[in-house]
């Protein structure tokens, strides 16, 4: 099993910037792909991002491109989520989730393996 802990969610004014950080241990030699999904209250799980571990390869949701950038730090284990020209609609508790699976395109909730706690983007306009 592997554990997610995300990081650096807060308050920020629309047109602002975060910088998500989802740190990883245990059976990290299993992940092949890693990405970050969001959910608002009432409203279903959603894709937001993917990256292949070892490639680097990406793969964005239409809502998101553009504007939001993931990222790797193999030697620290470690995704990112950089988040600009931020929206009020991305508020959200945002997931960093883990997979086996190297189809980094495929991006069914049901597909990953482990998730992280969330840690809530809030948007204000």
């Known amino acids: 099993q592997v554990q997610l802990v995300e990081s650096g969610g807060g308050l920020v004014q629309a047109g602002g910037s975060l910088r998500l950080s989802c740190a990883a241990s245990?059976?990290?030699?299993?992940?092949?792909?890693m990405g970050w999904f969001r959910q608002a209250p009432g409203k279903e799980r959603e894709f937001v991002a993917a990256i292949s571990w070892s490639g680097g390869s990406t793969y964005y949701a239409d809502s998101v491109k553009g504007r939001f950038t993931i990222s790797r730090e193999n030697a620290k284990k470690t995704v990112y989520l950089q988040m600009n020209s931020l929206k009020t609609e991305d508020t959200a508790v945002h997931y960093c989730?883990?997979?086996?699976?190297?189809?980094?395109?495929?991006?069914?909730?049901?597909?990953?393996?482990?998730w992280g706690q969330g840690t809530q983007v809030t948007v204000s306009s």
């Open positions: 245990g059976r990290t030699f299993s992940i092949n792909t």
């Open positions: 989730t883990a997979k086996t699976s190297s189809n980094y395109s495929d991006y069914r909730p049901r597909k990953y393996d482990d």
